[in-house]
C-alpha cells in the first residue's frame, strides 16, 4: 500500500504561482509512476502531468508551459509547480502513485485533493 499526502493549495489571483507537494509512504518501493490530477466541480478528473522513476514527463495540453512537474526520489515527494494560473485552473489537485506489475495489471493510489482556487 502507497500513502500519498498533499499540500500548498490555497487561494491565488489570476497570473500567480502556486506550489504544490505531495508526500508518499509506505511501498514507495513499488511506485513506477507518479502525477497530478485535478477535477473541477461537474467535470471529469483531468491528468495534468506525470513522472516516471527515471525523471520521464508527460503533460496534459490544457498546463503545457506553465506547469512543471518534479520528483525527489530520496524523499518521496512530487512536486507540481504552477505559473500564469488561470480561473480555470480552479479545482481540487490530486497526487496519484501507479505501481505497474509486470503482467500489466496497474494499481493506482491517491492522496485526499488540495483545493487550487485562482480570482479573476
Known amino acids: 500500500q502507497v500513502q500519498l499526502v498533499e499540500s500548498g493549495g490555497g487561494l491565488v489571483q489570476a497570473g500567480g504561482s502556486l506550489r504544490l507537494s505531495c508526500a508518499a509512504s509506505?511501498?514507495?518501493?513499488?511506485?513506477?509512476?507518479m502525477g497530478w490530477y485535478r477535477q473541477a466541480p461537474g467535470k471529469q478528473r483531468e491528468l495534468l502531468a506525470t513522472i516516471t522513476n527515471d525523471g520521464t514527463t508527460d503533460y496534459g495540453d490544457s498546463v503545457k508551459g506553465r506547469f512543471t512537474i518534479s520528483r525527489d526520489n530520496a524523499k518521496n515527494t512530487v512536486t507540481l509547480q504552477m505559473s500564469s494560473l488561470k480561473p480555470e485552473d480552479t479545482a481540487v489537485y490530486y497526487c496519484n502513485a501507479e505501481r505497474r506489475l509486470p503482467d500489466a495489471t496497474t494499481y493506482r493510489y491517491w492522496g485526499q485533493g488540495t483545493q487550487v482556487t485562482v480570482s479573476s
Open positions: 509506505g511501498s514507495v518501493f513499488s511506485i513506477n509512476v
